[in-house]
């Protein structure tokens, strides 16, 4: 295995699954995953219908200690966790990882358990490699996000469901989509334009006692007439919100700000300024085409310069080590419950903007105590398997002579492994 080879298989990827081949020509194995379909990560698939029903049964019962939607998130969770441990396309789920990420919904608010894959399967996954305001459409109307940021019940001030005036307008999913998901603080929008694109998704809201559960447009709890955000004029109804996503999709500002966080994610914790030129230019010339970015990402020079720039999040460096081992054994782990306890659970970010992308917040001592107690209790379960052996195949050229020695020194298979898994070269990508 070269360098270059080694590096697509860690920096782009999610380490190389057990021996197997390693691509000859990395570059174009990359691209490849991006024009393939997307392999099927679950079966049955995660359904939003199915997660809203298990919620309506949960209300409905309320029976102590049993949820239907926790036992969905539980069992989906697992076969998401499980999907990537196996997938032969990881540069595809790295980026199913990133949109995920980006477009935050978290079980802090608890019924997202039963739609929480639902949102990563119908929402992120179908659109890795299309355009980024379709994407952006898809998570607006999806009923995890709805949820978790509280536009299912916003009601416009002067709408026909407040006669009453009791019930209000709530600006969180107005305010994040502005903030977090499109131009960024750095896009010049005012207070005033977070109440008017608020008003504009008025109605966006979720249907619950239907047979087949889900979005829908509630005209009567819309706020009438045209809104104005950022200088332009939305139509009234829901073609007002729809037109809203596309024209903050192609704003100069959401190109910079998705620039700067993919070359974050793929390149370095400081991502250098001529990346992010690049894959915001390939973002504007081609009207928000992420495949395109993607494929960019892979031309970066910076991207191939020497790997172990990005620090591996709990959740990258738990996958990476069980594909080091081969990927099947991760059917016999909790998987859910490792991740929680490194620090990264599944879908329960602590706040709207994810998880952190920057090694200052995975490398505290708590954090790397936490992965020490971990690897040193996985590597006991390496069976007969020669530590020496998974680092050549796992790392091969990016293997250090100092790793080299410390695992040949080791004083027992367990001490070895342990060793390679806590290894700058391997807690690095």
């Known amino acids: 295995m070269d360098t270059r080879s080694a590096h697509a298989l860690v920096r782009f990827g999610l380490g190389r699954l057990g021996a197997e081949p390693v691509p000859s020509d990395p570059t174009a194995w990359l691209l490849d995953q991006l ?5 099927v990560a679950m079966n049955p698939p995660a359904s939003s219908v199915s997660g809203l029903i298990a919620i309506r049964e949960d209300r409905r019962n309320r029976i102590p200690g049993q949820s239907q939607a926790r036992a969905l998130y539980s069992a989906q969770g697992h076969a998401s966790l499980a999907h990537a441990a196996a997938t032969k396309a990881p540069f595809r789920e790295r980026l199913v990882w990133f949109w995920t990420n980006h477009f935050t919904i978290s079980l802090r608010r608890a019924e997202c358990a039963g739609v929480a894959a639902a949102f990563v399967e119908e929402a992120i996954r179908p659109h890795v490699t299309g355009r980024f305001e379709d994407m952006l459409l898809a998570v607006m109307r999806h009923p995890a996000m709805l949820m978790y940021l509280d536009n299912e019940n916003s009601v416009g001030p002067n709408s026909p469901a407040n006669r009453s005036g009791k019930r209000g307008l709530n600006e969180n999913l107005a305010r994040e989509c502005l903030e977090l998901h499109t131009v960024s603080t750095a896009g010049g929008y005012s207070q005033a334009d977070v109440t008017s694109l608020a008003r504009v998704l008025t109605g966006w809201t979720i249907d619950r006692r239907a047979e087949q559960p889900g979005f829908v447009f509630n005209r009567a709890m819309h706020e009438p007439g045209s809104h104005i955000v950022m200088g332009r004029t939305m139509p009234p109804e829901e073609a007002g919100g729809i037109e809203a996503m596309r024209f903050l999709a192609a704003q100069p500002a959401t190109h910079r700000f998705l620039a700067t966080k993919l070359v974050r994610h793929f390149v370095a914790d400081e991502p250098p300024p001529r990346a992010i030129a690049r894959i915001e230019g ?4 081609s009207k928000g085409n992420l495949g395109a970015a993607a494929a960019a990402l892979v031309g970066l020079e910076d991207a191939w310069a020497p790997p172990g720039t990005k620090f591996r999040t709990p959740q990258d460096l738990f996958i990476a080590s069980i594909r080091a081992l081969g990927g099947p054994s991760a059917t016999s782990m909790d998987m ?22 920057q090694a200052s917040a995975w490398s505290t001592p708590e954090a790397m105590m936490r992965r020490i107690d971990w690897t040193y209790a996985f590597a006991g379960r390496i069976g007969p398997r020669e530590p020496m052996e998974v680092a050549e195949i796992a790392l091969g050229p990016l293997l250090r002579p100092a790793t080299q020695d410390a695992i040949a020194r080791a004083g027992s298979r367990r001490d070895a492994m342990t060793i390679l898994l806590t290894s700058p070269e391997f807690q690095r990508r």
Not at 35 to 39: A, G, I, L, T
Not at 282 to 285: E, G, Q
Not at 337 to 343: E, P, Q, V
């Open 336 to 357: 859910m419950r490792i991740i929680s306890a490194l620090g990264q659970p599944l879908w329960i970010a602590p706040a709207p903007n994810g998880w952190p992308d």
């Open 282 to 285: 390939v973002l504007r010339d």
């Open 35 to 39: 024009k393939r379909p997307d392999p």
